[in-house]
Structure formats: structure tokens, C-alpha cells
């Protein structure tokens, strides 16, 4: 899932923005993309990143753990909604061939997965909210561009790269 790249999100429109604006911290490019979609959209009135936590049931690790939620939107229809961020091949079922330690965690992941969301779905039910994962695909279809390399550290003004130094060093003619 966006190849593990995580970071600090600074919005445009620090209004819009649930919580404590300078720590909006994105733990992938594909929320970083959901994130500036979200900062940049119109019809987004509200929003934050891991609002709160859910408890939940884990039926694959067999106990109680917690649900931090991607993020929390409010629209300007009044609607709201809870959304995970997580790569299609997660969403659903793992084929299984072989009994490997790849599918096996693959299984593993999913039931996880599953046992969130059921849980999450009845968190938004009981709080007239609405639950979506979203994957590439969905965030391709809602027009979001998803970035797939880092942004880049801007050097400050008047901050160069360090030169370096020869000393002593004997050119090909023998002079120093």
C-alpha cells in the first residue's frame, strides 16, 4: 500500500481540519492523495485523520484490540463518514493455493480486516454515520490522483550543499 512512505500533511485550508493542524500525520502516499482530496474538495466541510478509536474483537488473533479509523468526513450534504484506506487484494478473500506463511498471514490480515469493519459498520450505524473502505480503484473513480513518489525536502534559502574540500591532492601533471 504506498509503499510505506508516512509523513506530515500541511492543509491548505486549516478550517476545514478536525484537531491539531501542524500533526495531520499520513502513514502512506495513498492517504497523503486522501488527504489533500480532502483538504482540497469543496463538498468536504470537515475532516480529520484517525479521529478516535473503535474497539473491536479480533476474530483472528482471538482478542480485544483497537480500531483507529483512516478518517472522518463531513460533506457538505450533512453526511458523515468513517473511511479505511487499504489496497484492494486486502479487501477481499486471499486464494489460497498452498498452505504457505504468505497466505496464511494473507488469511490472517483478512479476517482482521473483516473484524473491524463489522464493527466499524455497527460504531457508524449507532452514530448515524457511514463506513466505506476505499482502495486505489474507488479513490481512481472519485478522481483522486494518487501520488506514487514522496514529496521532495525543499532546502531552505540560502542553504547550499556542502562542498568539499581537496587537499593535497596531486593532479596528473604532479602539481599541487
Not at 479505511?84 to 493455493?97: F, G, L, Q, R
Not at 496464511?104 to 469493519?117: D, F, M, P, R, V
Amino acid at each position: 500500500m504506498g509503499r510505506g512512505y508516512s509523513g506530515y500533511y500541511k492543509p491548505k485550508h486549516k478550517s476545514k481540519y478536525i484537531g491539531d493542524k501542524r500533526n495531520i500525520y499520513y502513514r502512506s502516499l495513498w492517504e497523503r492523495s486522501f488527504c489533500k482530496w480532502c483538504d482540497l474538495n469543496n463538498k468536504v466541510m470537515k475532516w480529520a485523520i484517525e479521529p478516535f478509536v473503535i474497539p473491536y474483537y479480533d476474530k483472528g488473533q482471538k482478542k480485544y484490540r483497537k480500531y483507529n479509523p483512516d478518517f472522518y468526513i463531513k460533506m457538505e450534504n450533512g453526511k458523515r463518514y468513517l473511511i479505511e484506506i487499504k489496497p484492494d487484494h486486502e479487501t477481499k478473500p486471499p486464494k489460497v493455493k498452498r498452505r504457505t506463511k504468505r497466505t496464511l498471514l494473507a488469511e490472517s490480515t483478512y479476517i482482521t480486516n473483516q473484524s473491524k469493519w463489522d464493527t466499524a459498520t455497527i460504531y457508524c450505524k449507532k452514530n448515524n454515520m457511514e463506513f466505506r473502505v476505499v482502495t486505489e480503484f474507488t479513490m481512481k473513480e472519485m478522481g483522486i490522483k494518487i501520488i506514487t513518489t514522496p514529496p521532495r525536502k525543499r532546502r531552505k534559502k540560502g542553504v547550499s550543499k556542502k562542498k568539499v574540500k581537496y587537499t593535497n591532492r596531486k593532479t596528473s601533471s604532479g602539481l599541487k
